[in-house]
Every structure is written in structure tokens, then in C-alpha cells.
């Protein structure tokens, strides 16, 4: 292992960024820390059922890395908390569950795939409807779709039929098929056009409540 090698609990949330791991994780009690090779990983608890917070980079690559190790280590629970651009103005703020993703055949994810069989790449439908019921018992403004997982994230004025652009869930949901657990991606809708939004905000704001719900899946 190149960064992890301690047993896990089951249930994570993996983020793109160092500081975003450490406002999730301020809500954790027993809380450890695994940093290595650019990665921030937090161990605790909460409500006393223990739960992985760990940075996954920016891309696929980076985050196959990390995610291989985490389910290596015991991790069968993942929910991608990140960020996403969007093709709408008007959903600039809201969440986007990706129900299923595009890609260019020759993207980063074709080194888990070659020759000529392209994966159907979509997320655990439990994990995902629950999270979606959730969130909208909470009031929060959700909505699902497709995202295009780009290797690029500033070269994308092409795509036109995906409701979100971002790196890393198409990763996640390939190798979580192929080693056998359970995700899903929830993403901040924080771009448009190259126009950021401070998302760290809806982070601050809603990491009690992604907490609450991965403890409580299959309780």
C-alpha cells in the first residue's frame, strides 16, 4: 500500500480537497489522521459508528489510487461529496446525483477497460435513492442526471447533452463495480462557464447531514 495500511471502518465519504476532508471531519469524535503522498485521511466516529474521510485529488487517476486502497483496507460504503460544473445557469447551487456518466472512449478510465467494451457506469441504487429522498426531506434542492467525466476540466465546450461535468465519478463507479461496493456521487453544482461559487459554504453547512445519512444506511 502506498498511503493506507490499517484496517478501515466500512463507511466513507472521499472529497476532492485537503480542507474540505477537515471540515467534514470537525464533526467526528476519536478522530485519527493518515497523511501521505497528498492525501489527508481522517478516522472517527459519529453518533459512535465509525466513518472514513479522505481526500481523492483532482482526476481519475488520482482517485482510483486512493479508492482502491480504502476498499483494500475495508471500506464498502462510498459517497463522492464534490463538485461539478454545470451546463444550466440556473442550477448553479443545487446538488446533482449522477445517475450515470459519459466519457470520451479514450479517457483515463479506458486503462480499466481496453479494447472495444465500454462499461455502463452508474452508481448503487439503494445508496442512491435513499441519499436523494434524504436530501429532499431536508429541503436541500436536488436533482439527477448525467454528468461527462473529463479529463479536461477547461476544454468542454463540446459537451451538450450531460446535466454536469466533473473528473472522478465515473472512476468511482467503475471500480466500485469491479471490486464489489456499494456508491454513489453527490456533486455541489459550483461552476459555470469558469464562474465559481464558495462551496466550501455548502460544505460547512451540510456535512452534519451527509454524516447522518451514511451512518444510518443499512442500520
Known amino acids: 500500500m502506498l498511503v493506507i495500511n490499517q484496517s478501515l471502518p466500512e463507511r466513507c465519504i472521499i ?38 474521510i479522505s481526500s481523492h485529488g483532482v482526476g481519475g487517476p488520482s482517485t482510483s489510487l486512493i479508492l482502491e486502497e480504502l476498499i483494500e483496507n475495508g ?3 462510498v459517497i463522492r461529496y464534490g463538485t461539478a460544473g454545470t ?8 446538488y446533482l446525483i449522477p445517475l450515470g456518466v459519459s466519457h470520451h472512449i479514450y479517457s483515463s478510465l479506458y486503462q480499466r477497460i ?12 439503494e445508496l ?19 454528468v461527462f467525466q473529463s479529463d479536461d476540466f477547461y476544454a468542454e ?32 453544482l459550483a461552476n459555470y462557464k469558469g464562474r465559481w461559487i464558495n462551496y466550501e459554504e455548502i460544505y460547512k453547512r451540510d456535512s452534519k447531514l451527509i454524516l447522518e445519512y451514511i451512518t444510518k444506511f443499512k442500520q
Do not use: A, C, Q
Open 114 to 125: 481496453r479494447g472495444d467494451i465500454i462499461f455502463s457506469l452508474f452508481p448503487d441504487l
Open 15 to 52: 472529497v476532492e480537497e485537503p480542507e474540505v476532508v477537515s471540515i467534514i471531519s470537525s464533526n467526528l469524535t476519536d478522530v485519527k489522521t493518515i497523511s501521505s503522498r497528498g492525501y489527508l485521511i481522517k478516522i472517527g466516529k459519529f453518533n459512535d459508528i465509525g466513518v472514513v
Open 75 to 77: 471500506v464498502r460504503i
Open 157 to 188: 465546450s463540446h459537451i451538450k447533452s450531460d446535466d454536469g461535468i466533473d473528473m472522478e465519478t465515473g472512476t468511482l463507479y467503475l471500480v466500485s463495480r469491479l471490486k464489489g461496493v456499494e456508491s454513489t456521487s453527490l456533486l455541489i
Open 87 to 94: 451546463m444550466k445557469e440556473e442550477n448553479v447551487g443545487k
Open 128 to 146: 442512491t435513492y435513499g441519499l436523494y429522498d434524504f436530501l429532499k426531506k431536508n429541503g436541500r434542492d436536488v436533482i439527477y442526471g448525467s
